[in-house]
C-alpha cells in the first residue's frame, strides 16, 4: 500500500534542542496530520492541518501544511526526554467513495539525551 | 471518556493456526477502522466500517482475513490461517464520522512462529 515519505528515519538529540522532521508524498492530500506514537501504544493525534500554507502550534510543536499540499513540516522547540517517540505524519484525501482514508508515512524515531 | 478498547494485547500463534482480535471504539463513534502496523513501518489500513457497513476493505487479503462489526459497535477482525508475514501490531480506531479525527486503541501485538 501507498506511504509517504518522512524524513529523518531516525534523530538523536541532546534534551533542549530543537527538532525538524518532513513529509512528502506525490499525491495531493486535503489535510495533513501528525502522530506521536509511544511503544506499545496506538497512535496521538498531535496537530491537524487542513489548508494550503496553514501554519499551526500546540505548545512546543508547530506543523505547516505545505503550498504544493504534498508535503508537511513538524518541528518541536526546545525538546524534552518525554518527547521520545516515532512520530508519523498522515495524509487525508478522498478516494472514490471513501472518505477520511488515511494514508501515513514511514516514521521518525526520536531519541532524546537528557 | 473511555479510549478505544482492544484485546488481547499479546498474541503467540503458530503458522496455519487462527487467531481473532477485538475491538470496543469510543461510544458514539461511528466509524471503526483496523489497520496492520509490521515493525518499521507506519499503520496501513485494512478495513474501514461506517456503523456495521464495509466502506474500504480493498487492502484486506480476504483469503484469509475477515471483519466484522454487526451491531455497528464491537468489532472483531479474524486471520485464518495465520501466515509468519501477519506479525505485527493490529490497531483499531475510532471515529465520530468519516472526516472527524481517529482515536487508535494500543493494538494488539501478535507473532506468528
Known amino acids: 500500500g501507498q506511504q509517504l515519505n518522512q524524513s529523518p528515519q531516525s534523530m538523536f538529540i541532546q534534551e533542549g534542542e530543537d527538532v525538524s522532521m518532513n513529509c512528502t508524498s506525490s499525491?495531493?492530500?486535503?489535510?495533513w496530520l501528525w502522530y506521536k506514537q509511544d511503544p506499545g501504544e496506538g497512535p496521538v493525534l498531535l496537530i491537524a492541518?487542513?489548508?494550503?500554507?496553514e501554519l499551526t502550534s500546540n505548545g512546543r510543536l508547530t506543523a505547516q501544511f505545505g503550498i504544493t499540499r504534498k508535503d508537511s513540516f513538524l518541528n518541536i522547540s526546545a525538546s524534552i526526554p518525554s518527547d521520545v517517540g516515532i512520530y508519523f505524519c498522515a495524509g487525508q484525501a478522498q478516494y472514490g467513495g471513501a472518505t477520511n482514508k488515511l494514508i501515513f508515512g514511514t516514521g521518525t524515531l526520536l531519541a532524546v539525551q537528557p | 471518556e473511555a479510549g478505544v478498547a482492544q484485546s488481547p494485547r499479546y498474541k503467540i500463534i503458530e503458522k496455519r493456526q487462527s487467531v481473532a482480535f477485538w475491538c470496543n471504539p469510543i461510544?458514539?463513534?461511528?466509524?471503526l477502522y483496523w489497520y496492520q502496523q509490521i515493525l518499521g513501518q507506519g499503520p496501513k489500513l485494512l478495513i474501514q466500517f461506517q456503523n456495521n457497513g464495509v466502506v474500504d476493505d480493498s487492502q484486506l487479503p480476504k483469503d484469509r482475513f475477515s471483519a466484522e462489526r454487526l451491531k455497528g459497535v464491537d468489532s472483531t477482525l479474524k486471520i485464518q490461517p495465520a501466515k509468519l508475514e501477519d506479525s505485527a501490531v493490529y490497531l483499531c480506531?475510532?471515529?465520530?464520522?468519516?472526516?472527524?479525527?481517529?482515536?487508535f486503541g494500543s493494538g494488539t501485538q501478535l507473532s506468528v512462529l
Open positions: 461510544s458514539g463513534h461511528a466509524t
Open positions: 492541518l487542513y489548508k494550503a500554507g
Open positions: 499525491s495531493i492530500f486535503n489535510t
Open positions: 480506531a475510532s471515529s465520530l464520522d468519516m472526516g472527524s479525527w481517529l482515536f
